[in-house]
């Protein structure tokens, strides 16, 4: 046979209870701020490692132009061998001259509140002359409250030199041309297996 033995609730059992049940509450937020700190650390570590490991120079504008943050990317592009090089420089100063206007007047519509796409040339800490194509977005610091200029930046020179060369050599075409139309002389080409005729000057 069972016997069942029915233990009365004293105040100080409940008060107890009561007691545990708080520190245990306790205990479950503390553990939940911790996994949401790891996870925010998680997230702001992998967020670091993408912008210091990624192939393209992304860098932080303040208002007056003055570089505030770029990762190892962007400093290898403008020849800062340490980042107290670059980090507190005015960025216009590396544009050239005859850019200088134009990526300041982009820079400033970026702080405005616009996104910009923008090619221009720079001479490196180093000397080094460089085209690159930059994809700016204004950027509001929640630590500051001010509009940043963020951008995404790529070398494109070797782009820019093809570009050129083949500028150059249409230029050269079009002189050339040019020439044996004020000849009085006959001049035509023909392709050698169709024999139609690709180009005749005035004279032809």
């Not at 100080?12 to 245990?24: C, N, R």
Request: proline share 3%.
């Amino acid at each position: 046979m069972l016997e069942f033995y029915h233990h009365k609730i004293l105040p100080a059992d409940h008060a107890l209870l009561t007691t545990f049940q708080a520190v245990a509450d306790q205990l479950s937020q503390f553990c939940a701020r911790k996994r949401a700190e790891e996870e925010s650390l998680k997230r702001e570590t992998l967020f670091s490692l993408m912008l210091n490991t990624g192939p393209g120079c992304i860098k932080r504008v303040a208002p007056d132009g003055t570089l505030l943050h770029m990762n190892p990317a962007g400093l290898q592009l403008i020849e800062a061998c340490h980042e107290k090089d670059a980090i507190g420089r005015c960025v216009f100063d590396l544009v050239v001259s005859e850019n200088r206007a134009s990526f300041i007047e982009m820079h400033q519509s970026v702080i405005e509140g616009s996104s910009r796409t923008l090619q221009f040339e720079i001479i490196g800490l180093q000397g080094t002359r460089r085209w690159m194509e930059t994809h700016a977005v204004p950027f509001r610091n929640p630590l500051t409250g001010h509009t940043e200029h963020l951008a995404v930046t790529h070398e494109v020179t070797e782009r820019k030199q093809a570009e050129q060369v083949l500028k150059d050599r249409e230029m050269a075409l079009a002189q050339f041309k040019s020439t044996l139309d004020q000849t009085l002389d006959c001049v035509f080409m023909f392709h050698p297996d169709t024999l139609r005729f690709t180009y005749c000057n005035r004279g032809a």
